[in-house]
């Protein structure tokens, strides 16, 4: 039986472009080797962020001292109970959005691994033995990233965890060396010292969150040393290797012992054993699969969405993609996406967000832009919260005012950036954002502030002064 679209992946893209054809009453046939769901539900998103919201309640409760009159303790971690309770959640979500929604919509999972053949068509060693032959009118490859390990001597040897691994461990490490300080590394530092564990992070390159703001960094290093986790940039691993229990790591020709290391480098397009050659896709340099704008490879009935495209590694993206391609394939819609104002969290706890253009990136533009930077001892809401660290930074066109970048360290970063892409889309100027109409108390009131900062000094208004 031939299809209107198959596709390759069971994640974030893989459904979202099954979803868009089946509402177009187009046939779908999907493929996928390993867990349905793919990354996201699995063992991104969904688990991270639940064993965040986990450990940040225990740190509320060591940290409440902050409060005059407040008294609080917690005990050890039941990590085992911790990743159970983290497990059902997960199977919970895959049944109802996942594999639920696939039997909603009327389209198959074929369990298996696919790879291309000539025709085109989809070659499947299926899970249970044996063969199967799949045609389609158009086909997309969403298998989705992987982590990425750098080539460090006796790392294969040694074993190590990744984000992914990580989650699935039945008892928490006595140290932890966390290599990689962006986003990734971030987060699962933090959630593995706020669970209790003495963590180490090494950055190659001079400052965490390299991809942003160097404010962000420094605020996001002082508030790791606050929790006594170690940080060291401009730092390389070179060696790692195991003796009984520990792990002994060589870092800029010192070696230290930790009981386990997490490498968090990044993540690489998923596309090995797919048989692309066969079909003449072209994939680049990190594996990714090379598309054009409309997200389709060099063989005209072949697509691709999501991470394996090399695009920003984002679900909300994803998401995006699966929909374009099933228009653009089944409709010939030639749509395109824009990630000019892409929005981007880090979840550590203060959140790192930003939108738009740092500051560096405007001068590697060539726009002639100004910034200002407004520490959170200024906006009532950290205040009342007794928890001022962290920071709002807008960058704006020198000439016009118009605000072309916005990051944010801060509780509930995430939620400060979505207004932050608003007004970056809308081509708001910062005396529209200082004079905009904004709720007193709440941490977006940042951002006005932060607006104000370029022709006042906001330390000299009261509290609630616009």
């Known amino acids: ?106 389209w198959e999972i074929v369990a298996g691994h696919a790879r ?76 593995f010292a706020r669970l209790g564990v003495k963590v180490s992070v090494v950055e190659m390159m001079e400052r965490l969150a390299p991809g942003e703001e160097p404010e962000a960094g420094e605020a996001i290093a002082g508030i790791f040393a606050d929790e006594g986790i170690t940080v060291r940039t401009g730092a390389t691993v070179s060696a790692i290797r195991r003796t009984g229990d520990r792990v002994i790591a060589t870092i800029d020709g010192q070696e230290s012992e930790f009981g386990e290391v997490l490498i968090a480098t990044g993540r690489r397009p998923a596309t090995t054993g797919l048989g692309l050659e066969e079909v003449g896709v072209r994939v680049g340099e990190r594996g990714e699969v090379v598309v054009d704008a409309h997200l389709r490879t060099a063989h005209p009935r072949i697509w691709a969405a999501g991470d394996v495209t090399g695009h920003p590694q984002f679900v909300y993206v994803a998401g995006a993609h699966g929909a374009v391609v099933a228009d653009n394939a089944l409709d010939g819609a030639d749509r395109v996406l824009g990630y000019r104002h892409l929005p981007r969290v880090t979840f550590t706890s203060p959140a790192i967000a930003g939108v738009g253009l740092t500051d560096a990136q405007t001068e590697q533009a060539g726009l002639d832009c100004e910034c200002r930077v407004l520490p959170l001892e200024n906006v009532p809401r950290a205040i009342v919260n007794r928890d001022t660290r962290g920071l709002v930074k807008i960058v704006a066109e020198r000439h016009t005012g118009r605000v072309v970048g916005v990051t944010a360290v801060a509780e509930g970063a995430g939620d400060v950036i979505a207004a932050a892409v608003y007004a970056v889309q809308a081509g708001m100027t910062v005396e529209q954002m200082a004079n905009t109409w904004c709720p007193y108390l709440t941490m977006a009131e940042g951002l006005k502030l932060a607006a104000q900062t370029f022709t006042r000094d906001v330390a000299l208004l009261s509290c609630c002064a616009s």
């Not at 639940?50 to 005990?75: Q, W």
């Not at 159970?84 to 109802?96: C, N, Q, S, T």
């Not at 045609?135 to 990744?162: D, F, K, R």
């Open 1 to 106: 039986m031939a299809f209107d679209l198959a596709v390759i992946g069971s994640g974030g893209a893989a459904f979202a472009t099954a979803i868009a054809a089946r509402r177009k009453d187009r046939s779908v046939v999907m493929v996928e080797h390993g867990t349905v769901g793919g990354t996201c539900v699995n063992t991104g998103c969904v688990p991270s962020k639940a064993l965040l919201a986990a450990a940040e309640a225990r740190h509320v409760a060591l940290s409440s001292g902050r409060f005059p009159g407040i008294r609080t303790s917690a005990e050890e971690v039941d990590f085992a109970e911790l990743i159970g309770g983290k497990r059902a959640l997960v199977e919970g979500m895959r049944a109802d959005k996942y594999t639920g929604l696939a039997a909603e919509y009327g």
């Open 116 to 191: 291309f053949t000539q025709g085109p068509a989809l070659e499947v060693e299926l899970a249970g033995g044996g063969t199967q032959r799949v045609e389609a009118a158009h086909y997309v490859i969403a298998t989705g990233s992987a982590p990425w390990a750098p080539p460090i001597q006796g790392l294969e040897e040694a074993g190590y965890l990744t984000s992914t691994t990580a989650m699935e461990l039945e008892a928490l490490p006595s140290s932890l060396l966390v290599v990689g300080g962006n986003y990734i590394g971030l987060e699962q530092a933090q959630l």
